[in-house]
């Protein structure tokens, strides 16, 4: 397979050929404002550096962090510097993973289970990082008679090692601290609470006690995008899930929180690139 140096050209590869792309990238892309792909991802930190901002949660980045995010997280990486930051991303499209599934093993398990104690990073020992990079190599490197089957093997092995240790990372009782700025981290909590009510900086500012330009600027700062960008990734995100379970146009609009159709069609065939009713469509399908 092919080792891209492109998020972008990734999830491009993955939802063209309905299964999975790999980009290894060492220099900066242009960073993407907060958004959301159909395609899961594995973002596997090689140097460290950054921040994850993932839904509502921050996230430091360490070398042999991964990170998992499913089609429907709003993400972005925050905190952004001038140096090099080496990372290995998975695009990964969502049904591939599905079918790979058993009855016995569920592969999507690290994908799908989101619960009060699901934390997006796994750190991964000297190890198990030695094990993600064979399997990434072991992928890129497959050529000739029989490539399919090995980069496909070495897949599946690759999401067996994942999966066993999101099991692990869900068992576990203690909470590890993701927060980053309390006041910041209070706002998106409020937001991603009251997310189908409509939410303006200035009640956010009143709510807070706080002036409507220091609450655009602590969230800038923290987050690196604006709080009414964050408000539209979420809700997109909440029609987009919606929408895949089924739900008609009508009932995400109204769930996601939109003020007005107009608003909520123009925002999501702009995020996701089809109308919300053809995104629909393509889900039955």
Same mark, same amino acid.
């Given at each position: 397979?092919?080792?891209?140096?492109?998020?972008?050209? !990734?999830?491009?590869?993955?939802?063209?050929?309905? !299964?999975?792309?790999?980009?290894?990238?060492?220099?900066?892309?242009?960073?993407?404002?907060?958004?959301?792909? %159909?395609?899961?991802?594995?973002?596997?930190?090689?140097?460290?550096?950054?921040?994850?901002?993932?839904?509502?949660?921050?996230?430091?980045?360490?070398?042999?962090?991964?990170? +998992?995010?499913?089609?429907?997280?709003?993400?972005?990486?925050?905190? +952004?510097?001038? &140096?090099?930051?080496?990372?290995?991303?998975?695009?990964?499209?969502?049904?591939?993973?599905?079918?790979?599934?058993?009855? %016995?093993?569920?592969?999507?398990?690290?994908?799908?289970?989101?619960?009060?104690?699901?934390?997006? /990073?796994?750190?991964?020992?000297?190890?198990?990082?030695?094990?993600?990079?064979?399997?990434?190599?072991?992928?890129?490197?497959?050529?000739?008679?029989?490539?399919?089957?090995?980069?496909?093997?070495? =897949?599946?092995?690759?999401?067996?090692?994942?999966?066993?240790?999101?099991?692990?990372?869900?068992?576990?009782?203690?909470?590890?601290?993701? /927060?980053?700025?309390?006041?910041?981290?209070?706002?998106?909590?409020?937001?991603?609470?009251?997310?189908?009510?409509?939410?303006?900086?200035?009640?956010?500012? !009143?709510? =807070?006690?706080?002036?409507?330009?220091?609450?655009?600027?602590?969230?800038?700062?923290?987050? $690196?995008?604006?709080?009414?960008?964050?408000?539209?990734?979420?809700?997109?995100?909440?029609?987009?899930?919606?929408?895949?379970? $089924?739900?008609?146009?009508?009932?995400?609009?109204?769930? &996601?929180?939109? $003020?007005?159709?107009? &608003?909520?069609? /123009?925002?999501?065939?702009?995020?996701?690139?089809?109308?919300? /009713?053809?995104?629909? $469509?393509?889900?039955?399908?």
């Amino acid at each position: 397979m092919e080792e891209l140096n492109s998020c972008k050209t !990734a999830i491009e590869h993955c939802l063209r050929k309905k !299964a999975f792309a790999i980009a290894h990238l060492y220099k900066e892309e242009k960073a993407m404002d907060m958004h959301i792909h %159909d395609c899961y991802e594995l973002y596997y930190s090689i140097s460290g550096g950054k921040q994850f901002l993932i839904d509502n949660r921050f996230y430091t980045i360490a070398p042999g962090d991964l990170f +998992i995010i499913n089609q429907y997280e709003s993400h972005k990486l925050t905190q +952004i510097d001038n &140096s090099v930051h080496e990372r290995i991303v998975l695009s990964i499209y969502p049904d591939f993973v599905k079918r790979l599934s058993t009855p %016995d093993t569920d592969l999507d398990y690290c994908f799908s289970n989101r619960n009060s104690r699901f934390q997006h /990073k796994v750190s991964l020992d000297k190890s198990a990082q030695r094990r993600f990079l064979y399997y990434i190599s072991k992928i890129t490197s497959a050529n000739g008679y029989a490539h399919d089957i090995i980069e496909q093997a070495a =897949f599946l092995e690759l999401l067996v090692m994942i999966n066993s240790l999101s099991h692990a990372n869900a068992a576990e009782t203690v909470v590890r601290d993701y /927060k980053y700025n309390q006041q910041v981290e209070d706002i998106l909590a409020y937001i991603n609470q009251n997310i189908g009510q409509n939410i303006t900086v200035e009640q956010l500012a !009143a709510n =807070f006690f706080l002036s409507e330009s220091y609450i655009c600027r602590i969230f800038k700062q923290a987050t $690196g995008t604006t709080i009414n960008k964050y408000i539209t990734a979420r809700r997109i995100s909440i029609a987009k899930a919606h929408l895949n379970e $089924g739900d008609s146009v009508g009932t995400a609009f109204e769930k &996601s929180g939109f $003020g007005d159709y107009s &608003s909520f069609f /123009k925002a999501f065939t702009k995020a996701v690139g089809v109308s919300p /009713k053809k995104y629909a $469509g393509l889900s039955v399908s």
